[in-house]
């Protein structure tokens, strides 16, 4: 079964500092792996994606992941928080066999707090 | 800008009142997905429609049904409204393009149910 965890539910960074908020996955072939931010009260903003190619992704608001196959992780990473990064943070992986493909299976969500 | 818009925002509601939520894109997708976010807690898919084609997720329960008139809106009915239905309802939108999911779900803002 396909499956992604986010070990940490709250990760607690100084403004300034480098945060990683970490998730591994667990797929059947090649994984499409995707991190959300979700501000109280508020949708999913969608961040970056793996697909394949550069395991380096860079996306929105200076965010960037990394995708280490050996591993299995999809880590997301900024090298200098801001308080406004406080959030929710969701990984996702894409269902791509079986009765429900296409979906999108989240994890559990981590709360990052940044303080100044 | 093209965006998912949800309407209305917040919704109140009392037990056992049939209770319908809007959801509207500009972005001409041709897929609609319905999530329903318990607090703090992961998406849970719902259903989707891939252009008209319904597509029901096996644990969702019969009091949940949907609509997509056209391509640009889809409604979600909930029929009897229970206390447990209280949550955050997430409509998203995608465009399969290229190889088959890999395409990306954007988020409406939600609309919050509440249930006397």
């Known amino acids: 079964a396909q499956s992604v965890a986010q070990p940490e539910d709250q990760v607690n960074v100084a403004e300034g500092n480098p945060l990683t908020v970490k998730c591994t996955y667990s797929?059947?072939?090649?994984?499409?792996l995707f991190w959300y931010v979700q501000y109280p009260n508020r949708g999913l903003q969608f961040l970056l994606k793996?697909?394949?190619?550069?395991?380096l992704v860079k996306g929105s608001y200076g965010f960037e992941a990394e995708f280490n196959k050996s591993q299995t992780s999809f880590h997301l990473k900024k090298p200098s928080a801001l308080v406004s990064d406080s959030a929710l943070y969701f990984c996702?992986?894409?269902?791509?066999?079986?009765?429900?493909?296409?979906?999108?299976?989240f994890g559990k969500g981590t709360k990052l707090s940044v303080k100044p | 800008d093209a965006m998912v818009i949800q309407n209305p925002r917040y919704q109140v509601t009392q037990f056992g009142k049939p209770v319908t939520l809007s959801c509207s894109q500009t972005l001409n997708h041709n897929v609609m997905y319905w999530y329903q976010q318990k607090s703090s807690q992961a998406p849970k898919l719902l259903f989707h429609y891939y252009d008209k084609d319904f597509n029901n997720e096996a644990d969702t329960p019969d009091n949940f049904q949907s609509r997509r008139p056209n391509t640009s809106f889809c409604f979600l009915d909930i029929r009897s409204p229970g206390l447990g239905d209280a949550a955050m309802y997430l409509c998203a939108t995608s465009r399969p393009q290229g190889a088959r999911f890999t395409d990306t779900q954007y988020f409406g803002p939600g609309t919050r149910l509440t249930v006397l």
């Open positions: 793996y697909i394949t190619g550069d395991n």
């Open positions: 797929v059947s072939g090649n994984p499409y």
């Open positions: 996702a992986v894409r269902h791509v066999y079986g009765g429900s493909q296409g979906n999108l299976i």
